[in-house]
């Protein structure tokens, strides 16, 4: 049951970020983040109002605070605008980087071994992401996510920026998760913490972080649903897979949104995915798997 959770998760991600698509175009990203946000928050505080709250989370603040900043108000912010540029597919893509990413940080900072099979798998993230973004497109798909808007060099660093922020994010709040702080405590004052941060840079820069558009009733479903899936659903999949399972194991099973966004965006756009897109998925979750099951 472990391994069909951490599927389970991946597939949420995946289904969270096609409902997340159009309406980070139509809203654009910052605004999208902040009410998805908002959304989020609202749901597990109502989660954690019925089951309690960890308060032992307010003696590990610095930690969280700096978690929030760099993981949700930096990364996630990048994430929709990447979105919302690249499309779902490309944007996934780039995202997978976020593992060599944590590898990296980790040997700078931590001080854990950066092995050969850890270079390789590196190495595939990075063959893995050219090939989808190089040829993962046929001539003949038309399809709106398909396209690009603005500069793909500008969408690539932005996805970049998402996946760099998740990674710094997951070795800042390690340390609170293994004093055995709650998990979904942690997660909201992580939100909290961000939605205080996003409605501030709103404040201070409004002409940049405005609405495109009005959030109309098919607006708020899609950031709806893209909370749900993606943080609600998506994230208590993963905890039960880490709970009953391998942790390794889950880990890698759930990083397979990027190939799991294929046959969806098959399904949805009618348009099958260039070779290039499959292939460099492919690469892309190899080489996450060589990462994150290799000891260090």
Same mark, same amino acid.
């Given at each position: 049951?472990?391994?069909?959770?951490?599927?389970?998760?991946?597939?949420?991600?995946?289904?969270?970020?096609?409902?997340?698509?159009?309406?980070?175009?139509?809203?654009?990203?910052?605004?999208?983040?902040?009410? /998805? @946000?908002?959304?989020?928050?609202?749901?597990?505080?109502? !989660?954690?109002?019925?089951?309690?709250?960890?308060?032992?989370?307010?003696?590990?603040? =610095?930690?969280?605070?700096?978690?929030?900043?760099?993981?949700?108000?930096?990364?996630?912010?990048?994430?929709?605008?990447?979105?919302? /540029?690249?499309? =779902?597919?490309?944007?996934?893509?780039?995202?997978?980087? $976020?593992?060599?990413?944590?590898?990296?940080?980790?040997?700078?900072?931590?001080?854990?071994?950066?092995? %050969?099979?850890?270079?390789?798998?590196?190495?595939?993230?990075?063959?893995?992401?050219?090939?989808?973004?190089? !040829?993962?497109?046929?001539?003949?798909?038309?399809?709106?996510?398909?396209?690009?808007?603005?500069?793909?060099?500008?969408?690539?660093?932005?996805?970049?920026?998402?996946?760099?922020?998740?990674?710094?994010? @997951?070795?800042?709040?390690?340390?609170?998760? $293994?004093?055995?702080?709650?998990?979904?405590?942690?997660?909201?004052?992580?939100?909290?913490?961000?939605?205080?941060?996003?409605?501030?840079?709103?404040?201070?820069?409004?002409?940049?972080?405005?609405?495109?558009?009005?959030? @109309?009733?098919?607006?708020?479903?899609?950031?709806?649903?893209?909370?749900?899936?993606?943080?609600?659903?998506?994230?208590?999949?993963?905890? !039960?897979?880490?709970?009953?399972?391998?942790?390794?194991? @889950?880990?890698?099973?759930?990083?397979?949104?990027?190939?799991?966004?294929? =046959?969806?965006?098959?399904?949805?756009? /009618?348009? /099958?995915?260039?070779?290039?897109?499959?292939?460099?998925?492919?690469? %892309?979750?190899?080489?996450?798997?060589?990462?994150? !099951?290799?000891?260090?």
């Amino acid at each position: 049951m472990a391994e069909i959770a951490a599927l389970g998760a991946a597939l949420c991600w995946a289904l969270g970020t096609l409902c997340a698509a159009d309406a980070a175009r139509r809203l654009g990203g910052m605004t999208f983040t902040r009410w /998805r @946000s908002v959304l989020v928050l609202i749901l597990l505080v109502g !989660y954690l109002a019925v089951r309690g709250f960890d308060f032992q989370a307010i003696h590990h603040w =610095p930690w969280i605070v700096a978690s929030a900043c760099v993981g949700i108000f930096i990364s996630d912010s990048a994430l929709f605008v990447g979105l919302a /540029r690249l499309g =779902p597919r490309r944007n996934a893509i780039v995202f997978a980087t $976020n593992a060599p990413l944590t590898a990296i940080l980790a040997w700078l900072f931590l001080g854990e071994q950066f092995t %050969a099979i850890i270079i390789l798998g590196c190495l595939l993230v990075i063959a893995g992401v050219i090939i989808a973004i190089v !040829y993962g497109k046929r001539r003949d798909q038309i399809h709106t996510w398909e396209s690009i808007q603005g500069s793909l060099f500008v969408g690539l660093l932005i996805g970049l920026l998402a996946a760099l922020g998740q990674a710094a994010s @997951s070795l800042l709040i390690t340390p609170v998760l $293994n004093a055995g702080v709650d998990p979904a405590t942690v997660a909201a004052g992580r939100i909290a913490v961000a939605v205080v941060a996003l409605f501030a840079l709103r404040g201070l820069l409004p002409r940049w972080t405005r609405a495109k558009e009005p959030i @109309s009733y098919r607006n708020f479903w899609a950031l709806f649903a893209s909370g749900l899936l993606g943080m609600a659903v998506g994230m208590t999949l993963l905890l !039960y897979a880490f709970a009953h399972g391998s942790v390794g194991l @889950s880990a890698i099973l759930s990083s397979t949104t990027p190939v799991m966004l294929l =046959p969806l965006t098959w399904w949805i756009s /009618r348009e /099958r995915p260039a070779l290039g897109a499959w292939l460099g998925a492919s690469l %892309a979750v190899a080489g996450t798997a060589i990462i994150l !099951y290799t000891p260090v």
